[in-house]
């Protein structure tokens, strides 16, 4: 069975800290996804990575997949309290799958 | 824009009662998943959906049964209602495998069973 274990569980952190959050796995994954899930909503997501080392940039936050595509990591800079919410990687089976495993998410509050 | 929709944001059932969960995309996705969402386990797959009338059980089916008669439709069905389904639960759809994987989550249906 594949895992992603996210890191940290919960984040409270002032307005203006840098920040970031981990998704690793012992499992390789064919693409990795970050999604943020605002209180009583569905999780959206923010961006998919897919070659192993790929970095992309959403305004302030920053996404890597690791070169060997088993784990991947979530920069924010500058954190605003719109930031708040639980933000969830999620991973596409190696060898194709509609299926997706989700991390249990981080927890991040961002106090103004 | 795309559009996943659930039928209530919040229920209050009774043990024992049928409850029926629906959900409507409107993306003609051919995927479409059931998942319930617990403090501290994450989301968890409960029934998934590559085609009508087609199933495929999750990590988590019992106590559970799903229903997609229409491509833009999927239910979720609790015959029995227990205290322990009491969740929060959220239906997604995607396209098919190799077109993108992204998965388009509803607003989600925060059930409480007494």
């Known amino acids: 069975t594949q895992l992603l274990e996210q890191s940290p569980q919960f984040l409270s952190i002032q307005e203006g800290e840098n920040l970031t959050v981990y998704c690793n796995s012992s499992?390789?994954?064919?693409?990795l996804q970050w999604y943020r899930q605002e209180p009583g909503e569905g999780p959206v997501l923010l961006v998919t990575?897919?070659?192993?080392?790929e970095v992309k940039k959403l305004k302030r936050l920053t996404f890597q997949f690791g070169d060997a595509r088993k784990d991947s990591s979530l920069h924010i800079t500058a954190a605003q309290p719109g930031d708040t919410g639980l933000y969830l990687c999620?991973?596409?089976?190696?060898?194709?799958?509609?299926?997706?495993?989700f991390g249990k998410g981080t927890k991040l509050t961002v106090n103004p | 824009d795309v559009k996943v929709t659930q039928s209530s944001r919040y229920l209050v059932k009774r043990t024992g009662e049928k409850v029926f969960l629906e959900c409507v995309q409107d993306?003609?996705?051919?995927?479409m998943f059931w998942y319930r969402q617990d403090p501290g386990l994450g989301l968890r797959l409960i029934y998934f959906?590559?085609?009508?009338?087609?199933?495929e059980k999750g990590d988590i089916p019992e106590g559970y049964s799903v229903s997609r008669e229409k491509k833009e439709r999927f239910s979720l069905i609790l015959e029995s209602a227990s205290t322990n389904q009491t969740s929060m639960y959220l239906c997604?759809?995607?396209?098919?495998?190799?077109?993108?994987?992204?998965?388009?989550f509803g607003p989600g249906t925060r059930l409480l069973v007494l």
């Open positions: 997604a759809s995607s396209p098919p495998w190799g077109a993108e994987e992204t998965q388009y």
């Open positions: 499992s390789v994954f064919s693409s």
């Open positions: 990575v897919v070659t192993g080392g």
């Open positions: 999620a991973g596409e089976a190696q060898g194709g799958s509609e299926k997706l495993v």
């Open positions: 993306m003609d996705h051919e995927n």
């Open positions: 959906s590559y085609d009508v009338k087609m199933k």
